[in-house]
């Protein structure tokens, strides 16, 4: 997988018209490493993105948007399960891993890319055979003793 490297800075009409949301942010102390899908490819492939000085989330979305190759650039990122990743701690939170749809397209609308949905498919076989913790199984049930031979043998038929 390919990562590429990107650096700081806007578009030209960002430049222009700074927007609130464009206000330097705080560096976070782990590394900058995103992982992009095209949710608008069912065949798509992850893109790995390192970014070398931390950026605002719009930034960022514009960015992962560029490498992702989808078009018009989104308001919101999604997680891989589909959740709204509204700022940068959501992000880093789910991984630094999202999908990237298209401006208008809601999560559920196309197919996910067919890695991801394999990837995740495993991922859920992988859970619900894994055994439960120990807090959460039923208390186990005591085995009843056998009868005493003698017991049995007064309540048996005799032919």
């Not at 630094?96 to 990837?119: M, N, T």
């Amino acid at each position: 997988m390919p990562i590429m490297t990107m650096g700081g800075g806007l578009s030209g009409a960002r430049k222009k018209h700074k927007l609130k949301c464009d206000k330097p942010v705080a560096p976070y102390e782990r590394p900058s490493r995103y992982v992009a899908w095209n949710g608008m490819d069912a065949h798509a492939r992850p893109r790995e993105v390192l970014l070398r000085k931390p950026l605002p989330y719009a930034a960022v979305l514009e960015h992962l948007a560029q490498v992702a190759k989808v078009h018009p650039t989104p308001l919101l990122l999604f997680s891989v399960h589909g959740a709204k990743l509204r700022s940068l701690a959501e992000l880093h939170d789910a991984g630094g891993e999202c999908v990237v749809l298209a401006k208008g397209v809601r999560p559920g609308q196309r197919p996910l890319p067919r890695l991801l949905r394999d990837r995740l498919d495993l991922e859920e076989r992988a859970a619900a055979l894994s055994p439960a913790e120990p807090a959460l199984l039923p208390a186990p049930q005591r085995a009843r003793p056998a009868p005493a031979p003698a017991a049995a043998e007064k309540y048996r038929v005799r032919s």
